[in-house]
């Protein structure tokens, strides 16, 4: 098998070098372009995306029937589906991207200093993203348009379920540039299902590729962190917690708990664990459970939650810090906010995690003590947002912590860099 | 030699690595120290390196016997030489590093949705930091200092030929933690000067180093490009670039030019070539060279140098993109903005760049499409400084585009997360 691989892997590497150098080359080009210019290509990708709705929904549907045949879970399943409203969501999507204000060449700050000389930290593009993500057809059309609109070149890779659908909706991004005469290879699809060419994208294409944002689940996460070499945005599991510490009013947990898990269950920000200080256990757990279940959710516990309703199952310890991405959530009772802070430190993502309770102390210690990049107080973790946030369209949400944290947006697919203006000043 | 290298590898792995736990814990400490703390261990540190100035000159002294008897140059011992005003000043800037505002926890945005939601963007620490640098010492305590007062645990990689120096310098900063109650373990030293140790940093010690911070010449810039797999923030090789471009004031350009590379010459900030316009050459070539060579440089220059000054040295194409971190520069003429800008993208290292020019436009353009860090119009490349920019001490200048870029200092140096206070909200 070794000797195929070297062969196969550098047939990938053959293939994916120039595509990194026409990256490179195109985004010299989008750093210097117009916000005129940018804006006119994500209007024609908009357009273009509404012209070929048909044409989607077809590639669309090849991808569901493999799914299907391969009996892929509801949830999967509902990330990969098309739909006529869904194609005209991502339309308005780019629309909306291209309203926003064009980061690059804006001053970020700016200050005088004592012997004269003006200093100004203006944004600038980051260079070229490589995104890779899973099943979401969705994430070519944001991720493309957030990349142009910041002035960067993307290389997208598609998951292999959802290649066909990707592949219909980057013709439509390529139309757009090509409309708007800026260079075609400003966005790139990775034209193989190899996973050979993510290995080539994690080693950064010869130094093509400035920065990866990879997109999906546990094994992509393990993937990127033992092959990297080019600095990674994670954009990876959401393993997110709420946790309900006393006093805390039961209506308001339930309603928090049951949104936090159940609005939708595919997306990153749902949450998947429910701890529940031991203290309120005899008031509020079987409500919680109770509500839970009543909302169509399969509950897994431990000890004490199976005691407070007999529908629980079992939970096992692989319960605990699974994503399930579906309508199941573990539930667990502790002792109090350091047994909630340490479980959430070993078995979280670092995403976003909530506390319910009336008592103000205790949730600033939890949004102190926590390290995610989300941390709240009585609201839903389906908050986390770029669009909640008031941030605009986001690529997603970063769980590590350089460079970019939590909702990704326009904004943090940029850089930035110093421009000093003097008079002559010279350094004694 | 190959089964040589695994077993000491191996070795260096096994000392290395509970290096790397003891920062983490260290790091989950540090994250919660009270900014009083913390300036008291900064205190402390700063006596501790007065009270042993005597050691760390001692240290010193092996260190620059080492260095002389391998006959290494001027700049190199320079950068390496410690002496009492220079133990003095380090300590002085331990003292400022306390007396800067503490990041963690700093409130950098906030804004309310329409929804009642209340966000806030809170600065945290980054957490486990790995420095490596090289010859010079003083590096230990203000990377070890800065770290600190950004709530992170550090561990530093000294070059060999520093190693005694640094070493002496580190216990003063241990000394100081201990006085103030903070884990001895949250600045480290690597206790071998073995390059595998490097190695074993760059690949993140089991996860334990979440962003290295190298500081070198170009050996080092092209091991951490092969093999780092944690981010980067790189403080590489300083090739600045003075570009004279007409109409340019004669008197500035060369005060600006002299400076910028005679002022000290073994910082990152000096510059090491100098770029004419074919345009200027008649008149202000010959004056720049020879006020260049009277400041006491040597000149490499094009055949349109040489024939300005007959004291001017053929450069070879080497010494164009070379860090002379010495008494030489490097001179060409160009056509103008354009071969300027293209000579600087191709030989630079995005470090920083000025022009000299009375044209607006021209600057303008130039602050616009270099692709460096700073870039700066009518001043000197020296002031390429966190000092001289108003941000505080600095453990560099970064040359990267992730996270961090430009002058790096305690702001620089930290993430942050964002903290989400609610009365209840659900998502819609």
């Given at each position: ?6 062969e ?7 293939l ?22 940018k ?33 892929t ?14 194609i ?46 899973e099943?979401?057809?969705?994430v ?33 991004l ?35 590729i400035?920065?990866?944002?990879p ?50 269950t ?13 203290a ?13 279940i ?18 629980v ?45 009336d008592?103000?102390?205790a ?10 990049a ?13 669009g ?20 990704v ?5 940029t ?14």
């Amino acid at each position: 098998m070794q000797g195929q691989t070297i062969e196969r892997d550098t047939d990938i590497e053959a293939l994916m070098r120039p595509i990194g150098k026409a990256a490179r080359d195109a985004a010299r080009v989008l750093a210097n372009a117009p916000t005129s210019q940018k804006d006119e290509a994500l209007a024609a990708m908009a357009a273009a995306l509404r012209a070929r709705t048909d044409e989607i929904l077809t590639a669309n549907a090849v991808d569901m029937q493999a799914a299907e045949a391969r009996g892929t879970t509801g949830a999967f399943l509902d990330r990969l589906k098309l739909d006529a409203s869904r194609i005209e969501a991502m339309a308005r999507g780019v629309e909306e991207i291209a309203a926003l204000a064009d980061p690059v060449g804006a001053v970020i700050a700016s200050w005088d200093r004592p012997n004269g000389l003006e200093i100004e930290r203006v944004r600038t593009p980051l260079g070229v993203i490589g995104v890779i993500f899973e099943s979401r057809p969705n994430v070519t059309a944001d991720a493309g348009a957030l990349c142009l609109k910041a002035g960067n070149a993307a290389i997208l890779r598609p998951g292999s379920e959802s290649a066909n659908s990707s592949r219909a909706i980057h013709a439509c991004l390529v139309a757009g540039l090509e409309q708007a005469g800026l260079p075609a290879k400003a966005i790139q699809i990775v034209p193989t299902t190899d996973r050979a060419a993510v290995g080539e994208m994690l080693k950064g294409l010869n130094g093509s590729i400035d920065v990866i944002v990879p997109r999906g689940g546990r094994s992509l996460v393990e993937r990127v962190q033992t092959e990297a070499r080019v600095p990674v945005f994670a954009h990876l599991e959401g393993i997110c917690h709420v946790y309900v510490h006393g006093p805390a009013d039961l209506d308001m947990a339930t309603a928090i708990a049951v949104n936090a898990k159940m609005r939708r269950t595919g997306i990153c920000g749902a949450a998947e664990t429910l701890l529940v200080d031991r203290a309120l256990a005899g008031t509020h757990l079987a409500p919680l459970v109770s509500g839970l279940i009543e909302a169509g959710c399969e509950v897994r516990g431990d000890h004490a939650a199976q005691a407070a309703d007999p529908r629980v199952i079992a939970a096992t310890d692989a319960d605990f810090g699974n994503e399930f991405l579906d309508t199941v959530i573990a539930v667990k009772v502790v002792e109090g906010l350091d047994e909630a802070i340490r479980h959430i430190a070993t078995h979280g993502s670092s995403h976003t995690e909530a506390i319910v309770t009336d008592d103000k102390a205790a949730a600033d210690a939890f949004l102190d003590r926590v390290d995610s990049a989300i941390v709240m107080h009585n609201a839903s973790t389906q908050f986390a947002d770029g669009g909640e946030f008031g941030m605009g369209a986001e690529i997603g949400i970063a769980t590590g912590r350089m460079h970019a944290r939590g909702p990704v947006g326009v904004e943090q697919l940029t850089s930035f860099k110093y421009a000093v203006r003097g008079r002559g000043q010279t350094r004694p």
